[in-house]
């Protein structure tokens, strides 16, 4: 019976993570961690190179509970062209997978204050199973779970960012190849794969009120099999150094955020999101995500 009730919660366990990994996470700070997901904002926004530093911890005090760590590296590299690393780790339960992409973008004057990106993504992906994790069920007994190839699966992306002096418009599809499936390949070993193609649109618009900036702006985020996600965002300057906000997310959670510019060269910011959900609030502490930027 003991081991019944294991296997069934170990069944439950894999349909959970399963179903949460076809849609890449969403970020409270996405503002700020945008050439994680549009490789059209390589080297777009400073003049010098811009190193972020991103974790994400999902449901605080689940066991299990996804995490996610992402480090950019982007620069200018001629007046039109900018070129970008991104790596992103992520984990949830016994899987875990690491994205390792290059980015480049062409930028094309479309008037004096308006400028169009285009981006590109190269790279893949490797997928990793934590078997040791999985307490009281018989790994050996299912090959699906320990021949596992771990070897780099190839994906591409695109990108489109639209910028003016005080609003944006953002277009990607950081991974065109759906490539989610279980593959017997000749050397008798198991391909897995967690991509799924996500399409990201979203936009902001900054505007002054007396001395006080509001920067309002939208995330939407839709995944093939997963409903719409919308993450509406208002955050404001309220001083020079000092930006706070808050936020709401369509599967009922929410944020509260703050950035700030300790010198004119390094950015740390945080934000904490909770859920309306009550199946979330009573095994859940909520979720943490700290950022850090350095511009060199």
């Known amino acids: 019976m003991k081991n019944l009730i294991n296997t069934l919660r170990i069944a439950f366990l894999l349909v959970f993570s399963t179903t949460f990994a076809q849609q890449d996470t969403n970020y409270s700070l996405y503002r700020y961690t945008m050439n994680v997901i549009n490789p059209a904002y390589a080297g777009a926004n400073s003049e010098?190179?811009?190193?972020?530093?991103?974790?994400?911890?999902?449901?605080?005090?689940?066991?299990?509970?996804p995490e996610t760590q992402s480090f950019n590296l982007s620069t200018p590299i001629s007046d039109r062209l900018g070129m970008g690393l991104s790596v992103i780790n992520d984990k949830v339960f016994i899987e875990s997978e690491v994205d390792i992409f290059i980015d480049f973008s062409y930028r094309l004057q479309l008037s004096e204050n308006t400028n169009l990106n285009l981006g590109l993504k190269v790279g893949g992906s490797?997928?990793?199973?934590?078997?040791?994790?999985?307490?009281?069920?018989?790994?050996?007994?299912?090959?699906?779970?320990?021949?596992?190839?771990?070897?780099l699966r190839p994906n591409v992306g695109i990108g489109a960012y639209l910028k003016k002096d005080n609003y944006f418009i953002s277009f990607s599809i950081p991974k065109l190849l759906n490539s989610r499936a279980l593959i017997n390949d000749?050397?008798?070993?198991?391909?897995?794969?967690?991509?799924?193609?996500?399409?990201?649109?979203?936009?902001?618009?900054?505007?002054m009120v007396k001395d006080i900036q509001f920067k309002p702006s939208l995330m939407a985020i839709y995944t093939n099999g997963v409903p719409l996600s919308l993450d509406l965002t208002a955050a404001v300057r309220v001083i020079d150094k000092l930006e706070v906000g808050l936020s709401y997310r369509t599967d009922n959670a929410f944020s509260g955020l703050?950035?700030?510019?300790?010198?004119?060269?390094?950015?740390?910011?945080?934000?904490?999101?909770?859920?309306?959900?009550?199946?979330i609030i009573k095994v859940s502490g909520g979720s943490h995500e700290f950022l850090f930027r350095l511009l060199l």
């Open 258 to 279: 703050f950035m700030i510019d300790l010198f004119d060269w390094m950015n740390v910011g945080y934000a904490y999101e909770t859920s309306a959900r009550r199946e």
């Open 186 to 207: 000749t050397s008798d070993s198991y391909i897995y794969s967690k991509d799924s193609k996500s399409t990201y649109l979203s936009g902001g618009y900054n505007f």
């Open 48 to 65: 010098r190179i811009e190193f972020i530093s991103h974790v994400r911890n999902t449901w605080n005090g689940v066991e299990g509970a």
């Open 126 to 151: 490797s997928y990793h199973l934590d078997t040791k994790g999985l307490k009281g069920y018989r790994v050996n007994s299912d090959p699906t779970l320990w021949k596992i190839n771990k070897r």
